[in-house]
């Protein structure tokens, strides 16, 4: 089987100027308050990043996703913003944008940024504006107000629960002291959805992006991309009739649903292509679109963001079938359309993949219910965890990633193997769905604990100071000083597979190589490049072919279980 699209290579001389530069990148997701603290008061910033430039280069990245960085309370985690074009203050200011921003480019390395268009802070202006102004005001149109049901309009204009647990409906206080209406948020009430039906909404997102690019943004990531438009026509659906309605197994199919995935979103994004176009080369965008597989291309498309993350990989048990079915289908997918796929396994939202890989049935997420969620709310019990299997398949899984055609997104640590931090406690914690959902979802800490520099130090590095989630004493073994240049390690590991994929990568195309092993997958790329993963526990033979690098030690002539070799 082969899957062919567009050429796209990724040399150092093209990458500045070639439009499609994206389509097989290797990008490096940041979580700014968890990288790098430049001056010890416990938080990651952008001072911290700009000094962390020549990292990202040795290691060999093509572009970085930087979440986040927003005058924000951090009510989840600055995905709650206050200010769209500003930086905050607590990490740096526009002055300091400017300098990373130079620094990575400099180092020919492209900068994606973050941008949350759901959904602004309570605190941005325009919802104190709202919430000081009548109803009916312009002001309250820019957000999603509704008046309650109920004798008094004591009661939520519908039943519908917000992502992060309660209800989706926050009352308010009149600017009288009277109770009144009510609000929609999603996520967290300090979320309020904005209203994009309202033009005037529409028009400042646009200023935004120009904002940005102006200031050498190369693309966005966009949060919840398929929840912006809505159709709220009374009376509301109920949660019995939205359940009843929904005929997918991952989401609406038909984009019937109130306010996820429906076909009016790419009215806003085929707008925003409008102002990527503007520029040379094109903004860049990728939708962070959980809808069904089916609808995932109308985000991809040429004519709206270009990329949408696909999750597939992310949420499927290490298993050699599995992977083999979602590959060949996902690259069918952006054959047919002309997007470019995406692959990843890790992120600021999941269980690192080094642990899920190392629990029961391996580490498939959502739909198998593997997700680690379970194991971290019993109190992650070291007994039901086997770091090093998960640690090996992590690396096999990676290193396969790497060679597949499309984008490669990486989280921040993954290159360290670092592990999911599964004992914080309690009244350390900071995600709202842990306090919202107590005993139920756990939050989402143990992949954001800063990261580890040095086997020694107050904070391992990270900062002059104690970082602001605690780090455990085990992160010394995984320490950026603790690896480097240790042959093996693995962060040697993805800085050569990285410096290998940008030789290597050619057209986004692979062809299956049939193994008779049904434990081991084999494909071959342009030029003679081949991954061989073995998803078994016992060694293989190992193909003929030069080994160009291994995600494991190789026995003659054998490939154990568990592990990727790149051959040519």
């Not at 200023?207 to 200031?215: A, E, I, M, P």
């Not at 429906?262 to 080369?281: G, K, L, T």
């Not at 047919?336 to 080094?354: I, L, M, P, Q, Y």
Request: proline residues 6%; hydrophobic residues 35%; charged residues 25%.
């Amino acid at each position: 089987m082969s899957t062919t699209a567009t050429l796209a290579t990724l040399s150092d001389s093209n990458l500045a100027a070639d439009p499609n530069w994206w389509r097989q990148a290797s990008v490096y997701q940041i979580y700014p308050r968890s990288f790098s603290d430049s001056n010890g008061d416990g938080l990651g910033d952008i001072k911290g990043i700009t000094a962390k430039v020549p990292y990202l280069k040795e290691l060999g990245i093509d572009a970085v996703w930087l979440s986040p960085f927003y005058p924000s309370a951090l009510a989840d985690g600055g995905y709650d913003v206050d200010d769209y074009r500003n930086v905050d203050p607590k990490l740096g200011t526009l002055e300091d944008f400017a300098e990373m921003s130079a620094a990575l480019h400099e180092a020919g390395i492209k900068l994606i940024a973050d941008i949350v268009p759901n959904h602004s802070s309570d605190r941005h202006e325009w919802f104190q504006e709202a919430l000081a102004a009548p109803k009916g005001s312009a002001a309250r149109e820019r957000y999603i107000f509704r008046d309650g049901l109920g004798k008094n309009g004591e009661l939520p204009p519908s039943d519908w629960d917000s992502v992060f647990g309660g209800p989706a409906w926050e009352r308010i206080t009149e600017p009288d002291g009277t109770p009144g209406q009510w609000y929609m948020h999603i996520f967290a009430k300090e979320q309020p959805d904005l209203n994009w039906s309202n033009r005037e909404i529409r028009d400042d997102f646009l200023k935004t992006l120009r904002f940005w690019s102006d200031r050498g943004v190369d693309g966005f990531r966009v949060d919840v991309a398929h929840a912006l438009t809505k159709d709220l026509t009374e009376p509301l659906l109920s949660k019995v009739e939205l359940t009843e309605a929904n005929t997918g197994t991952d989401g609406f199919p038909d984009g019937s649903h109130p306010f996820w995935d429906r076909d009016e979103v790419h009215e806003i994004y085929a707008e925003w292509r409008e102002v990527f176009n503007e520029y040379n080369p094109p903004r860049t965008a990728v939708a962070e679109a959980w809808v069904h597989a089916t609808r995932r291309a109308r985000y991809a498309s040429p004519q709206g963001l270009g990329q949408a993350f696909n999750f597939d990989l992310l949420q499927a048990d290490f298993d050699a079938e599995e992977f083999q079915e979602i590959i060949t289908r996902n690259l069918a997918e952006a054959t047919a359309t002309g997007a470019s796929s995406t692959w990843v396994f890790s992120n600021h939202d999941v269980v690192r993949h080094a642990t899920r890989y190392g629990l029961p049935k391996g580490g498939g997420v959502h739909a198998k219910g593997q997700d680690g969620k379970g194991w971290l709310l019993a109190g992650a019990p070291a007994g039901e965890l086997d770091t090093e299997l998960g640690l090996r398949r992590a690396r096999a899984a990676s290193l396969l990633m790497l060679a597949l055609p499309g984008s490669a997104y990486l989280y921040q640590g993954e290159e360290l193997g670092l592990q999911e931090v599964g004992d914080i406690p309690d009244a350390e914690r900071q995600d709202p769905s842990f306090f919202r959902n107590k005993g139920v979802e756990i939050g989402r800490d143990g992949c954001r604990v800063p990261l580890p520099w040095a086997a020694e130090g107050t904070s391992f590095g990270f900062g002059a100071g104690e970082a602001h989630l605690p780090q455990p004493e085990w992160f010394s073994r995984y320490a950026v000083d603790a690896q480097d240049g240790v042959e093996g390690s693995t962060l040697e590991l993805y800085r050569k597979a990285l410096k290998l994929r940008r030789e290597l990568q050619t057209a986004e195309e692979l062809e299956w190589v049939e193994t008779g092993n049904a434990q081991v997958l084999h494909f071959s790329r342009h030029g003679g490049w081949q991954s061989v993963t073995n998803f078994g526990a016992e060694s293989v033979e190992l193909p003929a072919g030069e080994v160009l690098l291994s995600s494991g030690p190789l026995e003659a002539g054998k490939l154990p279980g568990n592990t990727t070799v790149w051959l040519r």
